[in-house]
């Protein structure tokens, strides 16, 4: 699968560039700082407020955005789509003003919206292929690419039929070939996998997770699966009641907020929870017989040595697979509780 990953990117890279959209100079891949920039941002309906003062800066990369239902997530995409005018503040999308090169800054930038966005009664290549050509693309340059793309995602024989008559896994195919057809530097998709089966859903995740290292193309991915942001992405940003409440790269997360592991011993696992709750850690037996334990400011390297002072048997440390979660969890209650950034 990564080999003809790899191939099929090197194909869609040379197409794209060799057919630029007509009427636009591409711009060189990553050349800005930050692909997004916010100040203040605010967007108003009514006496409600969906955005309050959001202040990004995002480089480039694959980065999720996460928040419940109703936090703003996806007023804030469309605001910076130019499909909601912001009420107050400013914002730039790869280095463009949104108000005052609103063109400009949406023309490198592709979208994959939740909602079913085809149009009725055409096949699945000339969907893409339409796309492309109102990016700009000329109509031979947009089908060849649009069969390119469709290789891509996976799509096959399936392409010829109504979109209408897809699946929805094969519809979140087709949207996630439309929003790339156009070889944009930036891409927003909101819940991509959803309906996928385990199959395709690895299969896109797959390909999501290789859009920047391999073509350059960032990514912003909205989704409520958190086993799947923390799997692909180099960033996340966490939105509630409007506000951003978490903006850091993935590492620095798992070493700001406190090392929860687990540890699976050979043996006198009492012995073993005792040691450790004498050394101040927090530890919980699990029902699989594991240890959770709240290390800290310990190290991984802190608690073997913890073990070797103590003459404890060996035990298998593992890393939380729960962590992003129990952070969203967090930083959900603290927001709840105004303790925000």
């Given at each position: 699968m990564g080999l003809v990953l790899f191939c099929n990117f090197?194909?869609?890279?040379?197409v794209s560039s060799e057919n630029a959209p007509t009427g636009s100079t591409p711009s060189p891949l990553n050349s800005t700082k930050f692909i997004i920039e916010t100040h203040q941002l605010c967007k108003d309906f009514g006496?409600?407020?969906?955005?309050?003062?959001?202040?990004?800066?995002?480089?480039?990369?694959?980065?999720?955005?996460?928040?419940?239902?109703?936090?703003g997530k996806?007023?804030?995409?469309?605001?910076?789509?130019?499909?909601?005018?912001?009420?107050?503040?400013?914002a730039k999308v790869l280095g463009r003003s949104i108000v005052s090169?609103?063109?400009?800054?949406?023309?490198?930038?592709?979208?994959?919206?939740?909602r079913d966005c085809h149009i009725g009664g055409l096949p699945g290549c000339d969907y893409v292929a339409y796309c492309g050509q109102l990016s700009g693309m000329s109509f031979r340059a947009a089908r060849q690419r649009a069969h390119e793309i469709l290789d891509l995602v996976g799509m096959g024989q399936e392409r010829y039929r109504s979109v209408d008559s897809y699946s929805t896994g094969m519809k979140q195919r087709?949207?996630?070939?439309?929003?790339?057809?156009?070889?944009?530097?930036?891409?927003?998709?909101d819940e991509p996998t959803n309906g996928l089966?385990?199959?395709?859903?690895?299969?896109?995740?797959?390909?999501?997770?290789?859009?920047?290292r391999e073509l350059g193309t960032s990514v912003v991915i909205s989704s409520h699966l958190l086993r799947d942001?923390?799997?692909?992405?180099?960033?996340?940003?966490i939105i509630a009641l409007g506000r951003v409440i978490e903006h850091e790269s993935m590492e620095a997360l798992a070493s700001r907020h406190r090392r929860i592991v687990e540890l699976a011993p050979a043996s006198e696992t009492e012995r073993f929870a005792g040691v450790l709750r004498a050394a101040g850690l927090a530890v919980?037996?699990?029902?699989?017989?594991?240890?959770?334990?709240?290390?800290?400011?310990?190290?991984?390297?802190?608690?073997?040595?913890?073990?070797?002072?103590?003459?404890?048997?060996?035990?298998?440390?593992?890393?939380?697979?729960?962590?992003l979660h129990e952070l969203f969890l967090k930083s959900l209650a603290d927001a709840n509780h105004g303790n925000h950034p």
């Amino acid at each position: 699968m990564g080999l003809v990953l790899f191939c099929n990117f090197a194909t869609v890279r040379r197409v794209s560039s060799e057919n630029a959209p007509t009427g636009s100079t591409p711009s060189p891949l990553n050349s800005t700082k930050f692909i997004i920039e916010t100040h203040q941002l605010c967007k108003d309906f009514g006496p409600q407020r969906a955005l309050d003062n959001v202040t990004l800066q995002i480089p480039p990369g694959t980065i999720g955005l996460l928040g419940p239902n109703g936090a703003g997530k996806s007023t804030f995409i469309k605001c910076l789509l130019n499909l909601e005018n912001p009420t107050h503040g400013t914002a730039k999308v790869l280095g463009r003003s949104i108000v005052s090169e609103n063109r400009a800054s949406r023309e490198r930038v592709g979208y994959s919206p939740e909602r079913d966005c085809h149009i009725g009664g055409l096949p699945g290549c000339d969907y893409v292929a339409y796309c492309g050509q109102l990016s700009g693309m000329s109509f031979r340059a947009a089908r060849q690419r649009a069969h390119e793309i469709l290789d891509l995602v996976g799509m096959g024989q399936e392409r010829y039929r109504s979109v209408d008559s897809y699946s929805t896994g094969m519809k979140q195919r087709v949207k996630l070939a439309q929003a790339l057809v156009h070889d944009p530097e930036l891409v927003f998709l909101d819940e991509p996998t959803n309906g996928l089966d385990p199959l395709g859903r690895e299969h896109i995740l797959r390909l999501i997770g290789s859009l920047h290292r391999e073509l350059g193309t960032s990514v912003v991915i909205s989704s409520h699966l958190l086993r799947d942001i923390e799997r692909i992405c180099d960033r996340v940003v966490i939105i509630a009641l409007g506000r951003v409440i978490e903006h850091e790269s993935m590492e620095a997360l798992a070493s700001r907020h406190r090392r929860i592991v687990e540890l699976a011993p050979a043996s006198e696992t009492e012995r073993f929870a005792g040691v450790l709750r004498a050394a101040g850690l927090a530890v919980e037996r699990l029902s699989n017989g594991h240890l959770r334990v709240e290390s800290g400011d310990h190290s991984v390297e802190g608690l073997l040595r913890l073990m070797a002072e103590n003459n404890l048997p060996p035990a298998e440390i593992v890393a939380n697979p729960n962590a992003l979660h129990e952070l969203f969890l967090k930083s959900l209650a603290d927001a709840n509780h105004g303790n925000h950034p």
